[in-house]
């Protein structure tokens, strides 16, 4: 199975591809603009295709209570231009909500970063400390659970959290 997570943010965006090793994407110096957000897909597109297409890709939901604000506009067009290439590369994905996301790795919507990643450190020993790495390690650990079964053991009320999901069928 192989499944990638993506935490799309314009400053710093965090992936955890196939090969499960999390790294972060960050745009190149002085862009701006339509070139900024072109440049951006380009690489989310090429890390998240570098071990073959992969079978479903979780991608974080746009965090609608944050939806005023400098580069609001700029994040949703980076969020729709990385839908609509996956969509376009016929690469299934599914939205995960934050608050979903959150409750799938600590047991709590409402949880912070800092919970985030002590949950990460907690269930596996890892201790990434890039907040947009650890949320893509959850969101691709959440693709995993949907369609196998995740490379951590969790509570079956943080499980349940994914139902929330519309995960893609197979094979579609």
């Known amino acids: 199975m192989n499944a990638v997570g993506l935490d799309l943010s314009l400053t710093a965006t965090g992936i955890a591809p196939v090969s499960g090793v999390t790294l972060t994407v960050q745009p190149g110096k002085g862009l701006r603009g339509a070139a900024r957000l072109a440049e951006m897909r380009e690489g989310i597109l090429t890390i998240t295709t570098a071990g073959g297409v992969p079978d479903v890709v979780a991608i974080e939901g746009p965090a609608y209570s944050r939806a005023l604000g400098a580069g609001h506009h700029e994040a949703a067009g980076l969020w729709w231009q990385v839908v609509c ?11 995960v909500t934050p608050s979903t996301l959150k409750k799938y790795a600590t047991g709590r919507g409402n949880a912070t970063k800092a919970d985030m990643r002590v949950a990460l450190l ?3 020993g890892l201790d990434l400390r890039d907040d ?5 390690w959850w969101l691709r650990c959440a693709a995993l659970d949907s369609v196998c079964e995740a490379p951590v053991a969790l509570p079956k009320a943080q499980r349940d959290a994914l139902s929330k999901v519309e995960w893609p069928k197979a094979g579609a």
């Open 85 to 95: 290439a996956l969509h376009t590369a016929g690469i299934p994905y599914a939205v």
């Open 122 to 124: 907690q269930r596996t």
């Open 132 to 136: 947009n790495q650890v949320d893509a």
